[in-house]
């Protein structure tokens, strides 16, 4: 799909989108108690679409209907042979603790760039454990059944390595605890997952800063809820505040656990001036930041390493678009640095099959105009963007 961005001014208000993360966290949460839950505010993006089909093949019967999911749990699993994760690395990484709570083998599968992004955390703990762990052509097959224990974990991967550990921890014989060595990123997506478990009578607590103590023998129990407003989603139409635009954004928490909220802190500090800031606890926010340093006097972001295994390598997919608009960005292991000034590209950019980088571009261009090739990808997340903004005055025309 192809989008022509006009040079627009944003205003109007709208809904934040409902958070892709919690409605994950929510829907696997209800899905592992025994009975009936309403789950309100519920966005079908792809990912959400991912995590729904997977817990349809292990038993779990649901019914969505005008952004309520009804969920049916069954109190377990009933394991299939096979799992399609298609391109949702939350599904692979919540999912593979969830399918050792049964000695059933389980092939979870999906696209090239999903079996690419890194999974040894649970390959070692895997072996440590004696769980069957092997990676092949069709994906990864995994057998044995969890079991409580101490489990070592380094502080600086994915947080949802260790959220699929608290999925399935609760539901063993014993307790456990979850030991996280050097610095702790993403902490607020950890938080998100207690906070997720504790809507469904699940309770897991810090026993200090690296120490997630997990009380066995516990059961999900049924529960209605709302999935809050998505503050990583919302930065982009707040990004259009700083290029002149009035955006009213309702339905975000004030008191939010999620980390992506200090975006309205780092959009401050890039209005006024080339800010350094640390993303290792918002690694989402990446994108949006590096388009809204190019458009003023740059960004340098630490922190950055995790964007490499994101849908793209993000630091260079962003690179190497900005660079279309004339802004010079250095990408380091660790760091990225962004020189602000932008110009109207030449060429069309491209979305490198990553929903943030095709929502953090279209941004950009309504300064300049331009458009986007590979634009789907926005479904993966926000299925609706496009007409979002256009809705808020942004000239935007789409080409199937």
Same mark, same amino acid.
């Given at each position: 799909?192809?989008?022509?961005?006009?040079?627009?001014?944003?205003?109007?208000?709208?809904?934040?989108?409902?958070?892709?993360?919690?409605?994950?966290?929510?829907?696997?949460?209800?899905?592992?108690?025994?009975?009936?839950? #309403?789950?309100?505010? &519920? *966005?079908?993006?792809?990912?959400?679409?991912? /995590?729904? @089909?997977? $817990?349809?093949?292990? %038993? !779990?019967?649901?019914?969505?209907?005008?952004?309520?999911?009804?969920?049916?749990?069954?109190?377990?699993?009933?394991?299939?042979?096979?799992?399609?994760?298609?391109?949702?690395?939350?599904?692979?990484?919540?999912?593979?603790?969830?399918?050792?709570?049964?000695?059933?083998?389980?092939?979870?599968?999906?696209?090239?760039?999903?079996?690419?992004?890194?999974?040894?955390?649970?390959?070692?703990?895997?072996?440590?454990?004696?769980?069957?762990?092997?990676?092949?052509?069709?994906?990864?097959?995994?057998?044995?059944?969890?079991?409580?224990?101490?489990?070592?974990?380094?502080?600086?991967?994915?947080?949802?390595?260790?959220?699929?550990?608290?999925?399935?921890?609760?539901?063993?014989?014993?307790?456990?605890?979850?030991? #996280?060595?050097?610095? &702790? *990123?993403?902490?607020?997506?950890?938080?998100? /997952?207690? @906070?997720? $478990?504790?809507?469904? %009578? !699940?309770?897991?607590?810090?026993?200090?800063?690296?120490?997630?103590?997990?009380?066995?023998?516990?059961?999900?129990?049924?529960?209605?809820?709302?999935?809050?407003?998505?503050?990583?989603?919302?930065?982009?139409?707040?990004?259009?505040?700083?290029?002149?635009?009035?955006?009213?954004?309702?339905?975000?928490?004030?008191?939010?656990?999620?980390?992506?909220?200090?975006?309205?802190?780092?959009?401050?500090?890039?209005?006024?001036?080339?800010?350094?800031?640390?993303?290792?606890?918002?690694?989402?926010?990446?994108?949006?930041?590096?388009?809204?340093?190019?458009?003023?006097?740059?960004?340098?972001?630490?922190?950055?390493?995790?964007?490499?295994?994101?849908?793209?390598?993000?630091?260079?997919?962003?690179?190497?678009? #900005?660079?279309?608009?004339?802004?010079?960005?250095?990408?380091?292991?660790?760091?990225?640095?962004?020189?602000?000034?932008?110009?109207?590209?030449?060429?069309?950019?491209?979305?490198?099959?990553?929903?943030?980088?095709?929502?953090?571009?279209?941004?950009?261009?309504?300064?300049?105009?331009?458009?986007?090739?590979?634009?789907?990808?926005?479904?993966?997340?926000?299925?609706?963007?496009?007409?979002?903004?256009?809705?808020?005055?942004?000239?935007?025309?789409?080409?199937?």
């Amino acid at each position: 799909m192809r989008v022509v961005i006009g040079k627009s001014t944003a205003k109007g208000s709208l809904q934040a989108p409902p958070s892709k993360s919690m409605a994950h966290r929510l829907i696997i949460s209800a899905s592992l108690a025994k009975g009936t839950s #309403l789950i309100k505010g &519920v *966005e079908l993006s792809e990912d959400v679409k991912t /995590t729904l @089909s997977c $817990l349809k093949a292990l %038993g !779990v019967e649901y019914v969505y209907d005008d952004g309520t999911v009804t969920v049916k749990g069954v109190g377990g699993i009933d394991p299939v042979d096979i799992l399609n994760c298609r391109e949702c690395g939350s599904t692979l990484r919540f999912f593979i603790p969830i399918c050792l709570l049964s000695d059933r083998e389980v092939i979870l599968t999906g696209s090239d760039r999903l079996m690419e992004r890194p999974l040894g955390v649970y390959e070692e703990l895997c072996r440590e454990k004696g769980y069957c762990y092997t990676k092949t052509e069709r994906g990864i097959t995994v057998r044995g059944r969890i079991q409580s224990g101490v489990y070592t974990v380094a502080g600086n991967v994915s947080s949802q390595f260790i959220s699929g550990l608290l999925f399935a921890l609760p539901l063993t014989d014993g307790d456990s605890v979850i030991r #996280l060595t050097g610095k &702790v *990123e993403s902490r607020s997506y950890i938080d998100m /997952t207690i @906070s997720a $478990l504790e809507t469904f %009578g !699940v309770k897991v607590c810090w026993q200090d800063e690296s120490t997630l103590f997990v009380k066995g023998g516990q059961a999900y129990k049924p529960a209605d809820t709302t999935v809050e407003g998505d503050y990583s989603n919302a930065a982009f139409f707040s990004a259009l505040d700083l290029f002149g635009g009035h955006v009213e954004l309702r339905g975000l928490k004030p008191d939010s656990l999620q980390g992506d909220k200090v975006y309205v802190e780092y959009f401050h500090g890039i209005k006024e001036g080339n800010p350094t800031l640390d993303i290792s606890d918002c690694p989402d926010l990446g994108p949006i930041l590096m388009a809204v340093g190019a458009a003023f006097d740059g960004v340098t972001l630490t922190g950055s390493a995790r964007l490499k295994i994101k849908e793209s390598d993000r630091g260079a997919a962003m690179a190497a678009e #900005l660079s279309k608009l004339g802004a010079e960005v250095s990408v380091k292991e660790n760091e990225i640095i962004v020189k602000g000034g932008i110009s109207s590209p030449k060429e069309p950019l491209f979305g490198h099959n990553d929903h943030r980088v095709v929502m953090s571009l279209a941004v950009l261009l309504t300064l300049c105009g331009g458009e986007i090739e590979g634009a789907e990808a926005v479904s993966k997340s926000m299925p609706r963007f496009f007409e979002m903004i256009k809705e808020l005055g942004v000239e935007c025309d789409i080409h199937e």
